[in-house]
């Protein structure tokens, strides 16, 4: 164990001195046409990859009878700590189960602890998001609320861990109830330091958190005040519309809910109902989940957005307030030229590469799930092209939670969450460490 384990750090340190900045080699391979036999492939290494040159290193397992931590398994987003000391060195995901928690590894000698657990079942629920703050703390937020008119559920909450770096035995963690009670999946910051998330749910809706203090130097103070939107498209009643689209507010400045909206535990807001109301319509998309900021070459921004059931991801201008479909099965396979079709099922995650790439992860059972790259050469929002990048054999599972490290352009991380061996594990992607044409193959100057 300890020999592997220093042959990853040695690999990490030989591809981090080869690479040029601001440049992947994730983007060089041939977009595949099948999908390996569930099981066929080892646990330890279960991606069938687009290119014989990616590397694929198991770094963490669960430890299925806790013997050595608490690990209750199904690991979902991930992060690293994108800032301040040691910045890069720490990689986080949390446990998303009816006892969940927070796992971290140490990237630098691979061991991996349980930064923090609930202290029973049912106290807190499926953990999910996983994201870095602008002030160097990280987030998670449960996957679980109740529907309207049923009585309101325990969960649909954010946490911060406020000191993300320290020994497990000192970890502070806060519910910051400012933000509407949702389902919660992905979560993303704009430059502006706007914090965008969603409800996980068919018919459910799209969210904004604006602070009163953008700037603050910690979670107390961003999140003391501040309003909460949903997102309308034209007049809100076309579900999953693409168009000019507003922000509706939910909260005041401060925070505080809005008369006529529905309000849970005195003063939070009900962001699944609340949106379904004639007054604070929100435009329904069918069970968003992940979502993703790429900064584009003008300097703008797009929010891009997951939704599962229509097998859809959205894209949103975030100046001039414009959403556009991204990708559908409509969209044309990289390596066929036709339409993707049912090949394209279930995106769930996204994320995005050094080049600005878009890559889509799909909710399906290892043997059919897929990994997509998409081609967007323009930046106008809507993809060219999509094709087959990776894909999961392990039986009974799906891949979740793929990371590009921020400081290593050609590492990433993804999650092999709820096997039916039981044994989730975090897997180590490597890309070759050789010049890169700088994404001239798709269109850069």
Do not use: C
């Not at 931590?69 to 992060?79: A, I, L, P, Q, V």
């Not at 018919?203 to 961003?222: E, L, M």
């Amino acid at each position: 164990m300890s020999l592997n384990k220093l042959s990853i750090a040695v690999g990490i340190a030989l591809v981090t001195t080869q690479v040029l900045a601001d440049q992947t080699n994730f983007d060089k391979f041939t977009p595949m046409t099948t999908d390996p036999v569930a099981g066929s492939l080892p646990e330890s290494a279960p991606f069938q990859v687009g290119s014989p040159d990616f590397r694929q290193v198991n770094i963490v397992t669960r430890d299925i009878n806790n013997l050595y931590r608490f690990d209750s398994g199904n690991y979902d987003m991930h992060t690293v700590n994108e800032s301040g000391p040691e910045a890069g060195r720490y990689l986080f995901s949390p446990f998303e189960t009816g006892q969940p928690g927070i796992q971290r590894t140490d990237l630098t000698t691979m061991q991996t602890v349980t930064l923090w657990a609930s202290p029973a079942p049912g106290e807190h629920r499926s953990f999910d998001a996983s994201r870095w703050t602008p002030w160097g703390s990280y987030l998670t937020a449960e996957e679980s609320w109740s529907d309207p008119g049923d009585t309101p559920s325990a969960y649909g909450r954010l946490f911060e861990v406020t000191n993300p770096l320290a020994d497990p035995t000192d970890i502070v963690i806060k519910h910051r109830s400012i933000l509407p009670r949702v389902s919660h999946e992905g979560l993303a910051f704009d430059k502006d330091n706007n914090l965008y998330f969603i409800d996980e749910r068919n018919n459910s809706h799209i969210f904004k958190y604006t602070s009163k203090n953008p700037d603050a130097a910690n979670g107390d103070t961003f999140f003391a005040a501040g309003q909460s939107f949903v997102l309308r498209v034209g007049d809100g009643k076309i579900e999953e519309a693409t168009g000019d689209a507003t922000w509706i507010p939910l909260t005041d400045e401060d925070g505080n809910p809005l008369p006529g909206t529905v309000v849970v535990y005195g003063n939070e807001v009900d962001g699944r109902a609340t949106p379904n109301l004639p007054e604070f319509l929100g435009t329904d998309f069918d069970r968003p989940e992940d979502l993703e900021i790429k900064t584009l070459r003008n300097g703008s921004q797009q929010l891009y957005v997951a939704t599962t059931t229509n097998d859809k991801v959205f894209s949103i201008d975030l100046k001039r307030m414009k959403v556009k479909l991204f990708a559908s099965q409509y969209t044309s396979d990289m390596a066929t030229g036709a339409p993707a079709g049912y090949e394209f099922n279930s995106p769930d995650n996204l994320a995005i590469d050094a080049d600005g790439n878009i890559y889509i992860v799909e909710d399906q059972p290892g043997g059919q799930e897929n990994t997509w790259f998409a081609v967007d050469e323009n930046e106008d929002g809507v993809a060219e092209a999509i094709g087959k990048w990776a894909s999961l054999s392990t039986v009974g599972a799906e891949a979740t939670g793929l990371y590009f490290d921020p400081f290593n352009p050609n590492l990433a991380y993804i999650n092999v969450q709820h096997p039916a061996s039981g044994e989730d594990r975090t897997m180590m992607l490597m890309a070759p460490a050789v010049e890169s044409d700088k994404g001239k193959h798709h269109g850069r100057k």
